[in-house]
């Protein structure tokens, strides 16, 4: 398996932006859940799911925290996904991680939404937001 690897974290004011981009290699096929989750640092609290894409045809799903503030996107040349994250508040910062689940033949695209599924998982990057 290929690990998703993820770039773009870092320091960033209240009210700024970031743009995070995650490599997803590894897969002979283009029928690929592509998403972003992050944790809250120093606490004891499940990965919380940000977005979702479908790499074919590119289905978007946001969870209802980040609607409006968070685009993800993808580059199926460059085998990546990106992250928008607009209107950062301190409350965004965390470690921000990316990862991937191939769907078996038949399966619909809105199961990128459906966050337990996937299971590539990359290292994370560290984003901090000041206030």
């Known amino acids: 398996q290929v690990q998703p690897v993820e770039s773009g974290g870092g320091s960033v004011q209240t009210g700024g932006s970031l743009r995070l981009s995650c490599v997803v290699s590894?897969?002979?096929?283009?029928?690929?859940?592509m998403g972003w989750f992050r944790q809250v640092l120093g606490k004891r609290r499940d990965r919380e799911a940000l977005?979702?894409?479908?790499?074919?045809?590119?289905?978007?799903f946001y969870a209802d925290s980040v609607k409006g503030r968070f685009t993800i996107s993808r580059d199926n040349a460059k085998n990546t996904v990106y992250l928008q994250m607009n209107d950062l508040t301190p409350e965004d910062t965390g470690m921000y991680y990316c990862?991937?689940?191939?769907?078996?033949?038949?399966?619909?695209?809105?199961?990128?939404?459906?966050?337990?599924?996937?299971?590539?998982w990359g290292q994370g990057t560290e984003v901090t937001v000041s206030s």
């Open positions: 990862a991937s689940v191939g769907l078996a033949a038949g399966w619909e695209p809105a199961l990128c939404g459906d966050w337990s599924r996937y299971k590539r």
């Open positions: 590894g897969y002979s096929y283009d029928s690929v859940c």
């Open positions: 977005a979702g894409i479908y790499k074919r045809g590119g289905e978007e």
